[in-house]
């Protein structure tokens, strides 16, 4: 079984603090992704990752930076809270096509709900 | 610019009646459109996901019919169950790896 694991489920973070969620998978997937989820709004790509030390920015990546430095793990850094930052934060992990299993399915951990205050 | 468009926004339905979501998106470089389940708690689950060569897939219950020609494609829940009810995500991916997520349908089913 796929499983993609997030560090923390609940975090209460004050504005201005610099903010680390941490995400790993023991697939042996190439490709990471963290979402935002907002009510109404659906899943929105903040950033995502190919390869080790290689990252593209998503849709709404201001505000956020990710790092990384290995294949299973890829972490989500708020460099200072904002309270628009308040969310659930979801990080998922994929094959590329072609490299077997079930291509392009992406597997989601549980989600980090992040509070900032 | 929203590149997917996912309705309704919510729809409950009674236990064995269908359940109907659809989707449009702009974008014709799409070639993957998968449908996720969500339950409260926890992250989105692949359901089933269709390739635009095919106009429909069935999996049990859950059906994508898909129309190519007018960019749309939707999922159906045949004969719905009350442990059907979750929040449920089209998306559509390209071959670059980034996926385009609807804003979600959340689905009730009463007995």
């Known amino acids: 079984d796929v499983k993609v694991t997030q560090s923390s489920r609940y975090l209460v973070k004050r504005t201005g603090e610099k903010v680390f969620l941490e995400c790993v998978q023991d697939?042996?997937?190439?490709?990471m992704f963290w979402y935002r989820q907002d009510p109404g709004l659906g899943l929105r790509l903040i950033y995502f990752?190919?390869?080790?030390?290689?990252?593209e920015k998503g849709d709404i990546p201001e505000g956020y930076s990710v790092s990384r430095e290995k294949k299973e793990r890829f972490s989500l850094i708020l460099e200072s809270a904002s309270t628009n930052q308040t969310s659930m934060y979801l990080c998922a992990s994929s094959s590329p096509p072609g490299a077997g299993g079930t291509s392009y399915e992406q597997y989601f951990g549980p989600g980090t709900r992040l509070t900032v205050t | 610019q929203q590149q997917v468009k996912q309705s309704p926004q919510s729809l409950i339905v009674q236990k064995g009646g269908i359940s109907i979501i659809n989707c449009a998106y702009e974008n014709t470089a799409f070639d993957y459109f998968p449908w996720y389940q969500q339950f409260p708690g926890k992250g989105p689950a692949l359901l089933i996901a269709?390739?635009?060569?095919?106009s429909e897939k069935k999996e049990g219950r859950f059906t994508i019919s898909f129309n190519k020609s007018a960019k749309q494609f939707s999922l159906h829940i045949m004969d719905s169950q009350p442990g059907d009810s979750a929040t449920y995500f089209c998306a559509a991916k390209t071959n670059a790896g980034k996926s385009t997520f609807g804003d979600g349908t959340t689905l009730t089913v009463k007995p």
């Open positions: 697939m042996d997937h190439e490709n």
């Open positions: 269709i390739r635009p060569d095919v």
């Open positions: 990752s190919y390869d080790v030390k290689m990252k």
